[in-house]
T-cell receptor, first 116, second 113 residues
Framework: NAGVTQTPKFRILKIGQSMTLQCTQD?????MYWYRQDPGMGLKLIYY???????DKGEVPNGYNVSRSTTEDFPLRLELAAPSQTSVYFC???????????????FGPGTRLTVL | KQEVTQIPAALSVPEGENLVLNCSFT??????LQWFRQDPGKGLTSLLL?????REQTSGRLNASLDKSSGRSTLYIAASQPGDSATYLC????????????FGKGTKLSVKP
């Protein structure tokens, strides 16, 4: 199993450009998440999905959009990039949300995004 | 609003020492607490998950405890090794969430040979 994969690893955008961060998991997990991590800070939840076709906002959703057309893929779309979106973006997945061991979240390697 | 705090922000110890990392949270109503390890430039790796009904979990040289009533968790690392050097993150899952986690800022651990 590859686990959770993310592309690209690095990207530089100009202000106002758009891009899509890709995330794929091969563990057949229903739950998927997008977090951002700013230097010296904890991770903050952007969006999450509890299954194909179902998405919801997290703590910091402004400036982002997501879709979940398949169980495996959960892309994050940045529209009109701003310097405040410079961050490291992590995608994660889990089997369940029952409170038990199935809640363990598995993370991808991250995408380092710079907006200039 | 649930907040997670990890103290200290950084810790340096000589190889072989036993050490404790601390995590505190403001709302004792949690579904579970997870400890992660993050190496520089890498993603997070899950170390231990403690369910709300549990008091501790163990994996190899790691032992995590949970005291919900006091809003505290500790991660105990026995016989530390240079390979344990990393940032350790604590995260709690609040009730009513769909698996969403609230993270602390982490403790950066350096184990000197």
């Amino acid at each position: 199993n590859a686990g959770v994969t993310q592309t690209p690893k690095f990207r530089i955008l100009k202000i106002g450009q758009s891009m899509t961060l890709q995330c794929t998991q091969d563990m057949n997990h229903n739950y998927m998440y997008w977090y951002r991590q700013d230097p010296g800070m904890g991770l903050k939840l952007i969006y999450y999905s509890v299954g194909a076709g179902i998405t919801d906002k997290g703590e910091v959703p402004n400036g982002y959009n997501v879709s979940r057309s398949t169980t495996e893929d959960f892309p994050l779309r940045l529209e009109l990039a701003a310097p405040s979106q410079t961050s490291v973006y992590f995608c994660a997945s889990s089997y369940s949300s029952s409170g038990g061991a199935g809640d363990t979240q598995y993370f991808g390697p991250g995408t380092r995004l710079t907006v200039l | 609003k649930q907040e997670v705090t990890q103290i200290p922000a950084a810790l340096s110890v000589p190889e072989g020492e036993n050490l404790v990392l601390n995590c505190s949270f403001t709302d004792s109503a949690i579904y579970n607490l997870q400890w992660f390890r993050q190496d520089p430039g890498k993603g997070l790796t899950s170390l231990l998950l403690i369910q709300s009904s549990q008091r501790e979990q163990t994996s190899g040289r790691l032992n995590a405890s949970l005291d919900k009533s006091s809003g505290r968790s500790t991660l105990y690392i026995a016989a530390s090794q240079p390979g344990d050097s990393a940032t350790y993150l604590c995260a709690v899952r609040p009730p009513g969430s769909q698996g969403n986690l609230i993270f602390g800022k982490g403790t950066k651990l350096s184990v000197k040979p």
